[in-house]
Each structure stands twice: as C-alpha cells, then as structure tokens.
C-alpha cells in the first residue's frame, strides 16, 4: 500500500478569512482596525494551531458530575474537559468577553468583539455558550441598574485575569417549557432574614459549572404568566465551594454541544438576589438574550467558515477519476453554496453586532433600536438554519471521512444542530420577529430603508440583479404580512416562519451585495461578489401560499381521522 491521504489542515484563521478581513476594513475606522488587528492574528494562529490541533486530541474528553464524595458527602462537582480549562483561561486572557465593555474603540467595540468570539468558537467546543451567557448577564446586569450588583459582579464577568473571570449560567427552561417560560414553576419565597430562596427544578442549565447564574422564578402570591416571573442573580457556590441549595440531579446525554455540561437542578431553597424587582422578569432578562442570540449569530457563521475551510483544503488534497476534487466542476459548484451561505451570515451577525454596539454606546437612534429588536430574532434563526445545511453538507464533501468521528468532523454537524433550538427556536423567533414586524412602530420601514441602502450603493450590473432580488422578497414578504393579517391568525402563524426566513435572508443578501461592491471598488476583488450572486440563486423568496387545512390535516396518521 503506498496511498497516503493527506488529512485537511486550517492556517491562521484570520489571516486566511477573507471575508472577515474585508468586512472589518470596510466597517472600522482604519486606526481602530490597527490596533484590533494583532489580536485577531494572535487569536487566528491559536484558533488554526494550538487550539484546533488541543480540540482534535480532546475529542473524546467530556464534563464528568461527581455526585457523591467517598465519605457520602453529596458533592455534585463538575469537571470540564481540558479543552474547555484551556477555553477558559484564554477567552479571559484574550478578552473574548471583556472586549465588549472596555470600549476602546467606542461602538465598534462590540465587532472586535464579536470578531474574537468569530475566530475563538469553532475550536474550543462550544466554549461560546458559557461566554455568551456571561456576557448576556453583564448586560442584563448593567441594563437592571442594581448598583450594587453592578459593581460587584459585572467587574468579575468582564475581567481578563482568569483568577477573577466568573462565568455565568442562564436558568430559564423548565419541563414546562423553554418556549413558554411564563409556565415556569419555580417559586421565590422570603425567608426570615429577608432573603429570597428559590424552590425549583431547571430543566436545561449548560455553564453548570458557573459561579453564578441569572434566572426566573415566581415570588410567592405573584400571577401566572411570564409577567409574575421575576429575575434572580445567583451565586452557585458559598466561600466553601459548596453548592448552595442546588442539587445536580444529571448531566444531559445529548446529540452534540458534549462537552457542554448541561445539567437539570433541583433548587431547595437557593439563596437569590432580586435583579430588578419583584415580576417582570422575561422583560429584565431580554437583554441577556439579545445578546446570546448575536452570539449564536456569530457561532453559527463561524462554525459554518470552519466547515468551508476544512472542505476547501481537502478538495485540493483529495483525487478521484484523475483530478483533484477542487477541479471537478460538480464538486466546486457544490461547494459554492457554502461559502456564500457563511458570508452572508457573517455580514448580517455583524451588522446586529454593529447595531448592539451603537446601542450600548449611546450613539444608538429610536430606529437603530427597532431595527435592532426586529432583526436580532430575524438573524439567530436565519444563520442557525444555515449553519444546520452548510454542516450537513460539509459532511458529504469528506465522503465517508465525513462521517468518521476521529477526522473530528462530525462534531460540527451535532454543534450546529443545536444553533436552532437554544436562545430561542426557529419558529418561536418567527413569531417573536413577526410581532416586531407588525407592530405600528416603523420597524419594518427601517429594514426596508436599510436594504435599498444596501440596494442603492451597488452599481456592477450583475450584483444589481442579486440586489433587486433582495427587496423584491422583502416587498413580497411584506405584501405577503398586510395580507396575511387582513385574512386570519392561523394563517398569519402558519407562515411566520417562510416570512421571517424570507425577511432574514434578504437582509443578508442586502448587505452582502453592499459588501461586494466595496470589495469591488476598493480591493478589485470579486470574491463577495460571486457569493452574493450565488446566494441570490439560493432561495431568497420563501414566500409561498401553504394551506394551513393541509398541514393540519398532515398531522394525523390514523385510520379514523
Ligand atoms: C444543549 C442545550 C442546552 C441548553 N441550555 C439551556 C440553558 O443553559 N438555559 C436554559 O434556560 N435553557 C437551555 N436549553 C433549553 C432550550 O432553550 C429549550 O430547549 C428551547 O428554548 C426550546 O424549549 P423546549 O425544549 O421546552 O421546547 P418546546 O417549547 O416544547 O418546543 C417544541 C417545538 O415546538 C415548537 N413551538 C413551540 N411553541 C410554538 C408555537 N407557538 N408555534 C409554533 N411552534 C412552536 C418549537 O419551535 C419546537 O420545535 C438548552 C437546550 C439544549 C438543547
């Protein structure tokens, strides 16, 4: 035997990102991109080096719950893998959350963020969920003004110095739902000192080994519904290390996402602080979730680019009937479609990052806010679903090597499946986007104002055509809303998800075009150009007129009905 394939190989993952390269030239000022830029070659030779070649060596490694001590203690310690120690002590380091709030370059201080988070996620095993978390409770911290656990807390969840990093965890989902959360059950009561004590179980609680967590649960006399719901800091572990009150019944066996420690809990009585008073808590917790949500944006573009790199390479190291795959014209028309699909997320992750960052920096305007409200949902569940497609298809372009597990490939198609369900699923986001959108307040005209903005700046003849399909399916989806509002409820929800797909897709479409008439003029590349033309060719316009009757109808299998 003397046949020897050569396996995929990634080099620095930011020096070889075209995509995110032109996008940061384009979009931060170019003393700013100075200074960010060492950060971004430091954390892509990491993320294409040492930390994808400690990830590969890692793949088998997984959290570990010890429940019980040898003397019957019960203990309930988590271990996490050596990857995710490693994850840790570098996202600290390297100010993966950190970056965010130092502001130094003011509102695009978020996309140098976010830009760390892009390179940092696709090697270090979903170590993005505990860091979206912290930073989303930084933010909903801040947002709450508790002064007091301002200044105690956040310093903490946006320190660089691994000693002093907290992460933290988001408790909300419970057996009565993830969606529904105004179901929830765990009850707040008072005890005699005055402090809140929470009696529950958590049903889903990834980051369980944060040493603190925000989370919901219902003050005692308080209505059902979301609004009894109030929001609660909680520190997992008293000046002991022992847990407070908490009880780690399991760790989930789960698809992907495995070496996130995802555990159920039980709450005996957990010491908790109120956030920000005594209901209201799914609105004091939102800001948390605007910002998972542009985390998982940012994961899913990331995790898509790292599928596209790993493929590319090998089509060039891989031969079949005579050439390598990289010449096959069928195999490069197939692979197209990913790149495009990963670019396109890129620019609209990046344009909710630039939106965020307006807003935290108080250069945000009225319409910034609305459109931020209306295109946070719309982007999570745009990139996740492609995220989903791109991995999959990643998969095939290895052959059998796709689907082997020590190639470490698979792994990204389980972490991508999960990009859709947490934060919010598909079809509960397009419920939440069509609300934003139907709403009187003109957040629907500022996205249309923005994607012929989009539209206006490009002048190449054939991106024109991929611009013009972008608001020709954003004025079909709007067409399609007024009307669909005028006929009924069930079929206004029945088709939340075609709009907000089409919505989110001819947003990114949009800016994508935007993207690749700059690269045109300023760097005579006409790279963006092709994957906006191909992503236009894609599936833009979703839009179609299902029948609610047929689907209700499809939803039974038996004889009799
Ligand atoms: C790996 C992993 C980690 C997680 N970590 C956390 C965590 O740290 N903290 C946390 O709080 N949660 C966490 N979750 C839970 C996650 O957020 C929920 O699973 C998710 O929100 C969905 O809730 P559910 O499982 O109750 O599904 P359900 O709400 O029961 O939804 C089931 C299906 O019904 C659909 N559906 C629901 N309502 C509607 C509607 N009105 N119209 C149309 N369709 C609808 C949904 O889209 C979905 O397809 C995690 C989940 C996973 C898989």
Redesign the pocket.
Known sequence: MTFSQQPPRLGNQYEDDRALRSYLRRALPPDALREVEPALVEMGELAGGELYRTQLEDRLSEPRLTQWDAWGERVDRIEVSPLWRVAERLAAELGVVATAYERRHGPHSRVHQCALAYLFTPSTDIYSCPLAMTDGAARALIASGNKALVERVVPHLTSRDPREFWTS?????ELT????VGLSETVARRDAEGVWRLHGRKW????AASQVALTLARPEGNGPGGRGLALFFVETRDAEGRLRNIQVNRLKD?LG?RK?P?AELTLDGTPAVLVAGTNEGVRAIAPMLNVTRLWNGVSAAALMRRGVALARDYARRRTAFGSTLAEKPLHADTLAGLPAEAEAALHLAFFVAELTGREESGEGCEAGARLLRLLTPLMKLTTARAAVAVASEVLEAFGGAGYVEDTGLPVILRDAQ?LS????????LA?DAMRAAAKEDGALASLDEEIKTCARSVRDARLARAAKTACDAFTHAAVWLDDARKENQVTL?AGARRFALTLGRATALALLARQAQWSLDEECDARASAAARRFALSGVDLIVEADAEDSFALMSESQAN
């Open positions: 965890g988001q408790w909300m989902t739902g993830g969606s529904d889903f609680t990834s980051a789960k996402t996130v995802t999960v369900i947490w934060e919010g699923t598909t079809n509960v419920l929800e």
